[in-house]
Nanobody, 118 residues
Framework: QVHMVESGGDSVQAGGSLSLSCVAS?????MGWFRQAPGSEREGVAT???????TYADSVKGRFTISRDNGKNTLTLQMNSLKPEDTAMYFC???????????????WGQGTQVTVSA
């Protein structure tokens, strides 16, 4: 099993930046970030495999950057040029494969809230 804890969520103005961090008890092949707004399904934001290959949702590509440190078992999401539609609970997750299909991700953090005001 993998235990993960996220941090870094905050309330910011549109156009601002935030950096989210996740500390895991151990690293799996794929680590990623998901988000969920009230009344919506959880959606994939970004994934990264152990070799540094990353994927992004179209809505965040060019604005967000995912990174990981395998030695420290940490995962980071740098969020720039934030928009009100980025408002959501953000979760870090771990899986043995890299895909945005939520069912493949077996381990999740508790979530950290990001709120972006217009």
């Amino acid at each position: 099993q993998v235990h993960m804890v996220e941090s870094g969520g905050d309330s910011v103005q549109a156009g601002g930046s935030l950096s989210l961090s996740c500390v895991a008890s151990r690293s799996l092949y794929c680590m990623g970030w998901f988000r969920q707004a009230p009344g919506s399904e959880r959606e994939g934001v970004a994934t990264i495999n152990r070799y540094g290959t990353s994927t992004y949702a179209d809505s965040v590509k060019g604005r967000f950057t995912i990174s990981r440190d395998n030695g420290k078992n940490t995962l980071t999401l740098q969020m720039n040029s934030l928009k009100p539609e980025d408002t959501a609970m953000y979760f870090c997750a771990a899986a043995n494969v890299c895909t945005f299909r939520s069912g493949t991700w077996g381990y999740w953090g508790q979530g950290t809230q990001v709120t972006v005001s217009a």
